[in-house]
């Protein structure tokens, strides 16, 4: 039996554990991707989202044999890009960070909503980002920022 | 590969699930919630036989590892579906979380599992031994058992397609997203020529399976619009007597109350 193997930002990459371990752990554990949080391990929270094959996803509802062949993208991959530093800008700008635990998975979300809607609507960015619990911004700043980010980042999406 | 299979198509997936212990693995989103690492997996998310939305006279044939959203975006869906799938948990879960999966879990709360019950849909299941089709309230045997060999798949679910249109469909969960539902309730009533020829009604997430009534349903079948308004208390005191309902997240008392209400509120949004 062979090595489970997919791209992780942009590099190919194998895993040789076992097909039932969690994409989450694997993330954090194996290849040092700190950036994706456990807050539930069930699906409930967002704050493990990364992005597979282009959806956004729970890495900790997906086994490792599922992500054979595909294509994972973590914030350590998305903060090289042009999007990112317009949605870094826009939730400083709106402080839409405060603890942080969950900004790595709402800006994932973010780029999700964007990447498939360039010019949402305030609703469809709730809806958007409606998998992704903060305790502490009460997610109006969140909202605001990805509209912002939807002006700002005009023709980026 | 340690504790998983790669089926490269729908003959390889059987034969695997044929000699080998394994669970069938689509989407994820319940099996690892579930948490039992020495499972071994069989996945099939990608095999291309489970991964159809098609049509033919009777009805929308949906994939078994066809995930939420890509029923969403597709023209051949019904709304009746679309609704109910449009409130599971969040896009995150949606991208992931498939037909079969849902059906596989083998829970009354399965949201689209209802609209099956609410319109008679069929499961279409396959082994080596050759495929069955089942009526899905037949599917369901009882709170988690289902009529699936350990040898078989299930493959799509067959949803019918003509007189669908005329539904109501109403969750109750404890918040907008991200919810299980306490109590679902979608129905079928459609009136041709002021008679109704077709009144169902199924009820999720109160009991071990999906609940329907179809000696019930039948009272309204036949009558005028009107006639079917002055018998709506009656029928409604029926239900009240027969549903027996069991305490789970939330009280059997509550669920009940919550029934029979979205069932008041279905008719009279028909005018009954």
């Known amino acids: 039996m062979s090595d489970i193997s997919f791209t992780l930002n942009g590099r190919p990459v194998s895993y040789g554990g076992s097909a039932t371990d969690r994409l989450l752990d694997v993330l954090r554990d194996t290849f040092d991707c700190k950036s994706v949080k456990c807050g539930c391990k069930e699906g409930e929270c967002g704050a493990c989202s990364v992005l597979m094959d282009g959806k956004l996803i729970n890495s900790c509802c997906v086994a490792m044999g599922a992500t054979q062949g595909s294509d994972i993208v973590t914030l350590e991959g998305f903060r090289t890009t042009e999007r990112y530093k317009v949605l870094d800008k826009v939730f400083a700008q709106f402080s839409a960070v405060q603890c942080g635990f969950c900004t790595p998975g709402m800006v994932m979300a973010a780029e999700s909503v964007l990447a498939q809607n360039p010019h949402p609507t305030e609703d469809e960015v709730r809806e958007g980002m409606s998998g992704n619990l903060c305790r502490c911004t009460g997610y109006n700043a969140i909202v605001n920022a990805v509209l912002a980010a939807a002006k700002e980042g005009n023709g980026l999406w | ?50 991964r159809n939305i098609s049509e033919d006279d009777e009805y929308v044939r949906i994939g078994a590892a066809v995930t939420f959203t890509e029923a969403l975006a597709s023209p051949l869906v019904p709304q009746f579906m679309k609704e109910a799938v449009s409130r599971i948990a969040a896009p995150a879960i949606r991208n992931a979380g498939t037909f079969g999966g849902n059906l596989g879990n083998g829970s009354a709360k399965a949201d689209s599992v209802l609209v099956e019950y609410a ?108 006639e079917a308004r002055g018998a709506s208390e009656k029928v409604i005191a029926s239900y009240a007597e027969r549903m027996q309902l069991t305490r789970g997240r939330v009280s059997a008392e509550y669920r009940k109350d919550v029934c029979l209400n979205l069932l008041g509120d279905f008719l009279a949004s028909k005018g009954i």
């Open chain 2, 1 to 50: 590969m340690v504790n998983g299979f790669y089926p490269q198509n729908l003959d390889e997936a059987l034969d695997l699930l044929s000699k080998h212990d394994v669970v069938p693995y689509a989407g994820g989103t319940d099996l690892m919630v579930q948490d039992k690492p020495n499972q071994t997996y069989l996945f099939v998310g990608k095999l291309p036989e489970l």
């Open chain 2, 119 to 226: 319109t008679g849909a069929k499961i279409c299941v396959a082994s080596v031994r050759g495929e069955r089709v089942i009526p899905v309230e037949r599917f369901y045997k009882g709170r988690k058992e289902l009529d699936l060999a350990p040898d078989e798949l299930i493959l799509e679910v067959l949803l019918p397609k003509l007189g669908i249109d005329d539904y109501y469909y109403h969750k109750v969960g404890g918040r907008q997203a991200l919810a299980i539902s306490r109590v679902s309730f979608g129905g079928l009533l459609s009136v041709e020529d002021g008679v109704i020829t077709r009144f169902t009604c199924a009820f999720g997430a109160v009991s071990g399976t999906v609940l329907r009534y179809p000696d019930l349903e039948a009272q309204l079948v036949g009558r005028t619009v009107e």
